[in-house]
């Protein structure tokens, strides 16, 4: 067993692209816990879809020796994501570790989740070590950034480290600070076992593998232990280690991080968040584990021609152990069948998930368009929230409509303050405030209703600031607005995969943006295809898909005028038998074309 006082749990925590993986790689290489051989880029990011975007998804983790004044210490590192969407999965790594090392890039200074990334490791406690990395870059500023985030966050610039997690400068002296600022575990490897499940992964051949941090006591193979949240008692078939790749150990305990294998079949019988104990030796209470994820954009997934509803049910679950974070409700839509209304942090995590699903699964999606919850009151006093304008009750029932209102804190060049302002105007933002970072860089505070931003706002950013701009956001509440449903009709009938709320003053702009790019996006059939926007009963807008005709006078050479008129009538009988029979095929373009807010209609 390892002496408590040397094991030493971090995270590397910071804004997207600012070095997380580099930096965890460095920390292997020079720790000897991979071979040069053996390195490779993201060495930590083991899922193919990481590796192809080159952003962390998953936390991940891996456990290194480090000799130090003739000492070992044991260092337990969490490498985490960085975008706004993953949030989560951010809070859930700290809640395993007694620090935090909040990496910055020299050349881009602190950006919007780096303030975010920081205030959260202050909420849990945690000691940071501001990091200022890329200082061997020509357009570095490591001094200037340093002021930075003393200015912003309050963490004395002279306390900063600077190092390159490319060439390998300053390592060394990030390694005696971790050893040295941050606290070694709590913890009494004597009390009852308490372990926190902060991940979990299904693996076909041993059953659940979950990663775990022990907060209190020890345990081992072949010890029985009890999932408090689910009421179920396993045998422990394995515990281990990631060195960074799986390996066996005699026992986890107190202070630790690693995995245990046990056999656990059940998906549901995994929580994240859960606490294992023994079940000969009981905790007297649970761990606090995590709050709930807070979903901002919903979605309805569908099997798609090739997929049966149950193959995307069992996808759903496998990858739900996984990624708690997103949920999942059956759904049943006139225009596409049985499916699955999903639940995300962000749209970059939607887009992750079906990519996930599609790819580990092997099978198809239909995806309608993204959606926020809202608020409805109705006239009796009730109030209701609602993830799709199809569950909208009927508006002469409603009093009011509530949408999601978040804070957002964007920071951008000084220069581009006025177009960003613009753009923030465009989207109904109500504007804060603005603090300036530096003479050149400056933060905006603005509240945005959620609908506005969940599509296109944060490239729309990047365009106006030349990639320079960055956002981080968080929902503050629900408030009323004079907002209505959009209906669109194909061929006469309401498809409610397509509907939208939209505030009543960009309806028609937007319901006739949207009937235009849906007219080329659903392809041309055997009969007049009417496209219509509505309003309750009131139609705002109309586009025709005009139908592929065949030349039936072809074959008349001459002859008397009444015999083409006759083929010609006889084609349009036809046709309008075929409409009132006929199925629109609207393909899955047609559903993300509600998506664009029609700025540049």
């Not at 994501?81 to 809070?91: A, R």
Request: proline share 5%; aromatic share 6%; glycine share 8%.
């Amino acid at each position: 067993m390892f002496d408590r006082n040397r094991i030493r749990n971090f995270s590397i925590i910071a804004h997207i692209d600012h070095g997380k993986s580099t930096l965890a790689d460095r920390i292997l290489m020079n720790t000897g816990a991979v071979a040069a051989r053996e390195m490779r880029a993201q060495f930590l990011d083991d899922m193919e879809l990481e590796r192809e975007m080159g952003i962390t998804i998953k936390a991940n983790r891996a456990t290194v020796k480090l000799e130090l004044d003739g000492v070992e210490y044991m260092l337990n590192l969490l490498d985490t994501p960085g975008h706004v969407d993953f949030h989560y999965e951010v809070s859930r790594a700290l809640a395993a570790c007694e620090g935090v090392l909040l990496l910055v890039d020299a050349t881009q200074g602190v950006q919007a989740q780096t303030v975010a990334n920081a205030y959260m490791a202050v909420e849990a406690g945690l000691e940071i070590i501001p990091v200022i990395n890329k200082v061997d870059l020509p357009t570095a500023r490591p001094e200037d950034t340093a002021l930075e985030l003393e200015h912003v966050l309050g963490l004395p610039a002279e306390q900063a480290i600077f190092t390159s997690a490319k060439t390998g400068l300053g390592i060394d002296q990030l390694f005696r600070a971790i050893v040295e600022r941050i606290p070694p575990p709590p913890g009494d490897t004597e009390a009852p076992l308490k372990a926190l499940v902060y991940d979990a992964k299904p693996d076909v051949h041993r059953g659940v593998v979950c990663h775990m941090r022990v907060m209190e006591g020890s345990f081992r193979r072949g010890d029985k232990i009890l999932l408090m949240a689910a009421g179920r008692s396993y045998v422990v078939t394995e515990v281990g280690k990631y060195f960074p790749k799986p390996q066996p150990v005699d026992v986890l305990a107190a202070g630790e991080v690693g995995y245990m294998v046990a056999g656990i079949k059940t998906l549901n019988d995994v929580n994240i968040g859960d606490t294992v104990t023994l079940e000969s030796r009981r905790a007297d209470k649970p761990l606090p584990g995590y709050k709930p994820p807070q979903r901002m954009v919903f979605c309805d997934f569908y099997p798609g021609p090739m997929t049966e509803a149950a193959d995307l049910r069992a996808a759903l679950e496998n990858l739900w152990l996984n990624d708690c974070s997103f949920s999942f409700d059956a759904v049943h839509s006139q225009a596409l069948g049985f499916g699955f209304r999903c639940g995300f942090l962000g749209l970059l995590h939607m887009q992750i998930i079906q990519e996930r699903i599609e790819r580990e699964s092997g099978i198809d999606i239909v995806q309608t368009a993204p959606t926020v919850t809202y608020q409805v009151q109705l006239k009796g006093g009730d109030i209701l929230s609602i993830d799709s304008p199809s569950e909208l009750p009927d508006m002469s029932k409603v009093a009011e409509i509530r949408e999601p209102i978040i804070n957002a804190n964007l920071i951008v060049p000084a220069d581009a303050i006025g177009p960003i302002m613009q753009l923030a105007e465009d989207r109904r933002g109500k504007y804060r405030r603005t603090e300036y970072l530096s003479p050149t860089r400056a933060m905006l505070t603005y509240e945005f209703p959620l609908a506005e931003i969940i599509y296109d706002f944060y490239d729309r950013l990047k365009a106006a600031t030349h990639g320079y701009g960055t956002m981080d956001y968080e929902l503050k509440g629900y408030q009323a607005d004079d907002l209505v449903k959009l209906d669109i009709l194909v061929n006469g009938t309401p498809v409610d995969a397509l509907s939208i709320i939209v505030h009543r003053d960009k309806a028609d702009r937007r319901g006739r943006a949207l009937i235009r790019r849906l007219r080329k996006e659903i392809s041309r059939h055997m009969f007049d295809i009417p496209l219509q926007a509505a309003i309750g009963n009131k139609i705002i807008a109309r586009e025709t898909i005009k139908a592929l005709r065949k030349d039936v006078t072809a074959k008349c050479y001459g002859g008397d005028v009444t015999r083409k008129r006759k083929l010609l009538e006889k084609q349009k009988e036809g046709k309008k038998r075929m409409k009132m029979v006929g199925q629109v095929s609207i393909p899955q373009e047609a559903f993300m074309a509600v998506l664009d807010p029609g700025d540049d209609e």
